[in-house]
């Protein structure tokens, strides 16, 4: 309760520092089991679950929020990095990393479907990550082997770069209206283009992992390291004219922050989950 105290007060705190993108109405932290640590893997657009994975991103389960029950989705490893969610929420696209004899780390890709409790192998052994993606989708896009973008459009897929090609790409999704692709630069900051890849407009370097809460506005985690650890690390808002908001200050540790209907759920260093209502 102190810690949940301290973040709430922080969060408020805050807002005297940087403009007012979002209203931040309360901050709750999530009841998990004791002794576990969890990182946010994802939010269902509909506002009902979460998708929590361990620190390395082994392990995906969903966290119901009104029944507070746990669901284990896949206890391999790998198979909370980027994982996909349908606009209805009823289906979870994930990995699920393995080594071969040869070194090299190739990806079984799957669909779970929470309706009918069923999961089905969507491609198998894969090196390009362009697979991630759920086959139902009109728009989606996914990181490939080669660190760059693949978008998928009405089933078909093209490699876009918008800022070069000897760049790696990171953290892509597409705005809900889906007109604009939002990414981030490694060692450059964060930008938006649209879905040809062009008029590419850049929003911030301290925004890793964004996200989109509306299309307008993007949060994001702007942390801190020594080189090996974790020294700081804030979840901020920014809005595509150059708005800028801090949520949760640095000092609270918090990381990889996701939207879902006017909520933000982020995990901390420690392992701790937290949903913040907002408007």
């Known amino acids: 309760m ?17 403009a007012q993108i979002l209203e931040i109405v309360s901050t709750q932290k999530i009841a998990t089991p ?3 640590e969890w990182k946010v893997a994802g ?3 509909v506002g009902d679950y979460l998708l929590l994975t361990d620190d390395g991103n082994s392990g995906l389960v969903r966290y119901e929020l009104a029944s507070k029950q746990l669901e284990t989705i896949s206890e391999a490893m790998g198979a909370g990095w980027a994982v996909q969610i349908s606009k209805d929420g009823q289906n979870i696209v994930y990995r699920e990393m393995a080594i071969g004899d040869d070194k090299l780390v190739r990806h079984d890709i799957f669909k779970h479907n929470l309706k009918a409790n069923q999961r089905q192998m969507q491609a198998k052994a894969q090196r390009d990550m362009s697979n991630l993606v759920d086959k139902t989708a009109n728009y989606s896009v996914a990181i490939n082997e080669d660190l760059h973008m693949v978008l998928t459009r009405n089933g078909k897929q093209i490699v876009i770069t918008p800022n070069g090609a000897e760049h790696a790409y990171n953290w892509a999704s597409i705005s809900p209206d889906g007109t604009m692709i939002l990414y981030y630069v490694s060692g450059i900051g964060c930008y938006v283009c649209d879905m040809q890849g ?28 020594d080189g090996q650890y974790l020294t700081a690390s804030a979840i901020v808002a920014y809005t595509l004219d150059g708005k800028h908001q801090i949520l949760v200050n640095k000092e609270q540790m918090a990381i990889y922050p996701y939207a ?4 933000i759920a982020f995990s901390n260093a420690g392992g701790e989950v937290f949903v913040m209502q907002v408007r």
């Open 2 to 18: 102190k810690k949940t105290f301290l973040l709430v007060a922080a969060c408020a705190l805050s807002m005297l520092a940087s």
């Open 34 to 36: 004791k002794g576990t």
């Open 43 to 45: 939010f269902s657009p």
């Open 198 to 225: 062009k008029n590419v407009r850049f929003i911030a370097l301290d925004c890793r992992a964004p996200q989109w809460y509306d299309n307008n506005t993007i949060i994001a985690m702007a942390d801190e390291d």
């Open 260 to 263: 879902a209907k006017g909520q």
